[in-house]
């Protein structure tokens, strides 16, 4: 990639609104999110509270309502803040390691 | 002779009331604002002033000092125009957000009563809070009494916001001897500085959803020194800018300024280097000497960054001997200005003999006998050889 000359930048280091979707932030995770969607009450606190929009819902799920359908596990950073808020206790969170074999046992 | 501006009037004011009288006359539209001696009294009227209803600014009252430039630069990026004041451990507490400020391009006016930074615990006048953000990218005015603190203020809106510039400018004023004493200044009429200082035209706002924008995002070894160069041509664009200012301000006033103002400096062989209060001293002392015959003359550095290089060399080259005169010690080095003017003439063939003195820390007295016995010393130091033992002295302190 070609380095632009800084009369070709924005001042200010400004860039493109929601710059951050182009940044795979998702490998920095040590412990990822677990959702058991048939414990999940679709209350939306996990959607609301987390802190970098990875919590992926569904508008019109079951009965019309907004449903709560997996994790973007892309720009999700691991943090547990929405194992922590939610009130049924369905978000595990497992080690990064363990998640992985898990997935190539499937 | 002077020339009045068509309209204005004389009010007793304290240099801080000052400061807030020019905002008022600004109407910035966000204040962010935290009290701190001997700054509190600006943030103070200011709030009577909205809260009477002679202004409708939004006053932000804030739990620190961190977080009054955090709002300020929040308020500007949203397109804003902000302004706010501080002095010394405020100012310190503050350090981080100042350095962000300039960074982002964001054109925040702020006025700074200059007071001791701690330790021990001062609250009188020096200017080591000043310097301390000496390399931070915010222009910075100094200001001689409460008349200038009002005028730099005005002027520091248009130097601020100009499309060339887009940087942060700090008004100076120093702590209690400016601050607190309560002179007579002339406030121009209200409409005359509206139209002045016009309204802001930001580049861009955060709150625009048409055009999303990320600001403050992470910059690497890529991109980082690219966007340093960008701000270091800001203020060097930014001193064409401020002399235009000035010129545009002795239109409305009839008051001249240049960005080193030279007191009977023409043919002067002794000359002192100072800013703010002490000048008004000095001024008298020259006078009173010039009155015996002797060439001596004042350099005032009325804008410290960008530092008038070339005025504070041209002013200087021709004398024999100059005093720079300064309320800050730069600990294992000279003051910042000493530093700056031997830099400034190191290049010019003829050049005078040069002595920092370090004077008034902590509000430590200024009068006309020291300016004399300054210009006494100068005559001396015409004819003696400087070392690194005798170029730094300190004017006052019992030995």
């Known amino acids: ?106 | 002779m002077k020339q009045m501006p068509a309209k204005s009037e004389i009010k007793a004011l304290t240099g801080a009331e000052a400061a807030a009288e020019a905002m008022r006359q600004i109407q910035p539209d966000v204040v962010p604002e935290y009290p701190i001696t001997p700054q509190t009294q600006i943030v103070e009227v200011y709030s009577q002033f909205v809260a009477d209803g002679i202004v409708d600014s939004e006053i932000v009252r804030c739990e620190s000092e961190h977080s009054v430039m955090s709002v300020a630069m929040g308020a500007s990026v949203a397109g804003a125009r902000v302004m706010t004041a501080t002095s010394s451990q405020g100012l310190a507490f503050m350090f981080e957000p100042v350095f962000i400020a300039p960074s982002l391009r964001l054109p925040i006016v702020m006025n700074i009563v200059n007071r001791a930074l701690s330790g021990p615990i001062n609250i009188h006048c020096d200017h080591s809070d000043g310097m301390a953000i000496r390399d931070s990218g915010w222009i910075q005015l100094y200001s001689e009494n409460a008349q200038e603190a009002y005028e730099h203020t005005i002027m520091a809106v248009r130097i601020a916001e100009h499309p060339d510039v887009q940087l942060p400018v700090a008004i100076n004023q120093d702590g209690f001897i400016t601050s607190h004493a309560l002179v007579n200044v002339e406030i121009i009429d209200d409409k005359i500085v509206k139209d002045f200082v016009g309204v802001r035209k930001p580049a861009f706002s955060l709150l625009d959803a048409e055009k999303p924008l990320s600001v403050g995002m992470l910059d690497f070894y890529d991109y980082f020194f690219e966007h340093k160069k960008q701000t270091f041509d800001a203020m060097e664009r930014s001193r064409r800018i401020i002399r235009e200012v000035f010129d545009a301000f002795a239109k409305i006033t009839g008051k001249k300024y240049d960005m080193a103002e030279k007191y009977r400096c023409d043919d002067a062989e002794h000359i002192i280097v100072a800013m703010s209060s002490a000048c008004g001293i000095i001024k008298d002392v020259v006078d009173e000497l010039r009155g015996q015959g002797k060439k001596v003359g004042l350099l005032r550095i009325r804008v410290f960054r960008p530092f008038p290089e070339v005025e504070v060399a041209q002013a200087l080259r021709k004398a024999k001997a100059v005093i720079i005169l300064e309320r800050a010690s730069g600990f294992g080095s000279y003051s910042p200005i000493y530093n700056e003017t031997t830099a400034a003439l190191y290049h010019y063939p003829q050049k005078p003999k040069m002595v920092n003195y370090v004077f008034g820390l902590g509000g430590r007295n200024f009068g006309k006998s020291d300016a004399r016995k300054l210009f006494e010393e100068l005559e001396k130091i015409e004819g003696e050889f400087l070392d690194e033992k005798n170029k730094l002295r300190y004017l006052g302190v019992r030995e």
């Open chain 1, 1 to 106: 990639m070609t380095l632009k000359k800084y009369t070709e930048i924005s001042e200010g280091a400004r860039g493109d609104g929601a710059s951050s979707l182009q940044f795979n932030t998702g490998n920095w995770r040590a412990i990822r999110p677990d959702i058991n969607t048939k414990k999940c009450i679709n209350c939306m606190l996990c959607y609301l509270y987390c802190p970098d929009d990875a919590i992926l819902i569904k508008k019109e799920g079951k009965d019309g309502k907004p449903e709560i359908v997996g994790i973007d596990l892309e720009h999700c950073k691991g943090c547990s803040i929405c194992s922590n808020v939610c009130p049924v206790k369905c978000i595990t969170m497992d080690k990064e390691e363990d998640a992985l074999k898990k997935g190539l046992k499937e």
